[in-house]
């Protein structure tokens, strides 16, 4: 089993940058597919970036050039950098694990709680 928590959401005006970090206990995140998601109201969980054991990365067209996503596999954790927020940046963000690569949230076994990250002048 994995546990997955996320943290550093919060309010931000637009252009503003938020750093989301997802902690890893149970087993080392190394050999995972680490994804994250975000989920607005009234909308399905979108995907938003993946990261693989080799540290190939996977964004949306939508932050594509915003985001950044990077894994430190000696402290188990994988940080999403986000810079130049957009309001429709809104919403629930959740880390996700699982071995395979994909953008579709249903191929991720393991997800934590969610943070929120809202972005409004």
């Known amino acids: 089993q994995v546990q997955l928590v996320e943290s550093g959401g919060g309010l931000v005006q637009p252009g503003d940058s938020l750093r989301l970090s997802c902690a890893a206990s149970g087993r080392t995140l190394s050999r995972y597919i680490m994804g994250w998601f975000r989920q607005a109201p009234g909308k399905e969980r979108e995907f938003v970036a993946r990261?693989?054991?080799?540290?190939?990365?996977h964004y949306a067209i939508s932050v594509a050039g915003r985001f950044t996503l990077s894994r430190d596999n000696a402290k188990n954790t994988v940080d999403l950098q986000m810079n130049n927020l957009k309001p429709e940046d809104t919403a629930v963000y959740y880390c996700?694990?699982?071995?395979?690569?994909?953008?579709?949230?249903?191929?991720?076994?393991?997800w934590g709680q969610g943070t929120q990250v809202t972005v409004s002048s």
């Open positions: 996700s694990a699982d071995f395979a690569s994909s953008a579709d949230a249903s191929q991720y076994r393991y």
């Open positions: 990261i693989s054991s080799g540290n190939i990365r």
